[in-house]
């Protein structure tokens, strides 16, 4: 029975998956009244040192931004949990769990279910192995946990309690059989699974290259294609495309609450201007049809960045294959121009049409030839709601003699708009 089950499910991700291809997600309008039967917040890397520094404020902040969404709707007044997944400290110390817990428990009301765990990064700090210890002592909190919220499975889990090692044996044969426990329940409902690393090669940052993944959980996970995995560490921009991906299982990078990071080219860990007052986070909302609606949110600005609405846990709609298809270069508007002064060109910023932010601006100096030199790029701070409306590059490296000057707008497949050009 249960390989006839797996065998069902993993026939179901198969068509999702076919069917994305051609069809463009709908949103929740589209889809009709969409009612929530569980209702979360989820984000990482608050990096908490007292009480009462940045970091604390912004976990509150996003805590009561989660009532917010819960009071104004008339339909489901719930924020049912609030999620932490790994580097809850900035360096693992008794006074930075201590006023973690305190910042939580200052905001929390009725029963909202505070789960967290904890990272074999900055939550180990100097205590290292006696930091799991510590964490259950200070909050009351399993480190590893399998919680049942209004009928949806949440499996968490913690750094191992072995030096040299993220996660161990046991805990991986201990992660499937809670994925078996869950999908014995019900093997339609979605199962939330968090963890402090991305799975390799999957969520931007997660790759070989980047190196804020490992390859620990996903031949688990690719057999359950109704789990929505979410994990934190990279840092890097929540409302990037490729910060959602879908294979055999459904993943997502928590952003971070601490500060924004990204790779730019050959260059990981990039740490654009004013990144340390990047915040973000997910507002995760199920209905009864098991429809999934994920809202990334900027906390600073407290606006929504993105939505991706799954009609089913199995739903493939954002595959990088469906993803894909449904990109679009970037234009400029007409009439936009380039102006210059001294070593800069401005310029208007150009349009996305197909939803996704513009990930990058580049300037070429292109010879009589045809042969294009980079002389330039930016980010256009993509990561933030309010995007500035104009663009500047600072020009490097410019060729002697005669040649054209391009720009062009980029989206985060490299697909590049039509250029603005001067001679």
């Not at 996660?167 to 963890?195: G, M, R, T």
């Not at 150009?350 to 010879?367: H, L, N, Q, T």
Request: net charge negative.
């Amino acid at each position: 029975m249960n390989s006839l089950i797996a065998f069902f499910l993993s026939f179901l991700t198969f068509l999702g998956t076919i069917t994305a291809t051609f069809v463009k997600p709908e949103s929740p309008e589209d889809t009709g009244d969409f009612t929530p039967v569980l209702r979360f917040v989820i984000s990482s890397d608050s990096h908490v040192m007292t009480m009462g520094d940045t970091q604390t404020t912004r976990l509150q902040k996003m805590i009561r931004f989660g009532y917010d969404v819960a009071e104004n709707d008339e339909e489901y007044n719930r924020l049912d949990a609030v999620l932490m997944a790994g580097d809850l400290t900035d360096d693992g110390t008794k006074l930075g769990f201590a006023s973690y817990k305190a910042a939580a428990d200052a905001v929390l009301t009725g029963d909202t279910q505070f789960l967290s765990v904890v990272a074999k990064s900055h939550d180990s700090g100097t205590m290292d192995v006696n930091a799991l210890d510590y964490f259950t002592q200070v909050t009351g909190q399993e480190t590893d946990f399998h919680r049942v919220i209004n009928g949806f499975h949440f499996i968490g889990l913690s750094r191992s309690e072995t030096a040299g090692e993220h996660y161990s044996q046991y805990q991986k044969d201990w992660l499937k059989e809670q994925l078996d426990a869950a999908v014995a329940d019900d093997p339609f409902k979605p199962i939330f699974v968090i963890h402090h690393e991305h799975v390799s090669n999957t969520v931007y940052g997660s790759s070989d290259f980047e190196g804020w993944g490992m390859p620990d959980f996903k031949d688990i996970l690719e057999r359950y294609p109704q789990v929505v995995d979410f994990s934190g560490h990279s840092h890097y921009p929540i409302n990037d495309a490729r910060s959602i991906w879908q294979g055999g299982f459904t993943a997502l990078g928590t952003g971070g609450l601490y500060y924004v990071e990204l790779t730019v080219d050959d260059e990981r860990t990039v740490h654009p201007q004013g990144h340390k007052k990047v915040a973000s986070f997910w507002v995760v909302e199920v209905d009864a049809n098991n429809r999934i609606r994920l809202r990334a949110v900027d906390l600073g600005a407290e606006e929504y960045l993105v939505e991706y609405m799954l009609n089913t846990p199995f739903d493939r709609s954002y595959s990088r294959a469906a993803q894909m298809l449904r990109a679009r270069k970037p234009e400029f508007k007409e009439g936009t121009t380039l102006e210059f002064k001294g070593n800069k060109v401005t310029f208007a910023a150009a349009e996305s049409k197909d939803g996704m932010p513009i990930f990058m601006y580049r300037a070429y100096a292109v010879d009589a030839e045809g042969n294009r030199t980079p002389v330039g790029k930016t980010l256009p701070e993509y990561y933030n709601y309010d995007v500035p409306d104009t663009v500047t590059i600072k020009l490097e490296n410019l060729p002697d003699g005669d040649y054209t000057l391009e720009v062009v707008a980029e989206n985060c497949f490299g697909m590049q708009s039509s250029p603005l050009t001067a001679e």
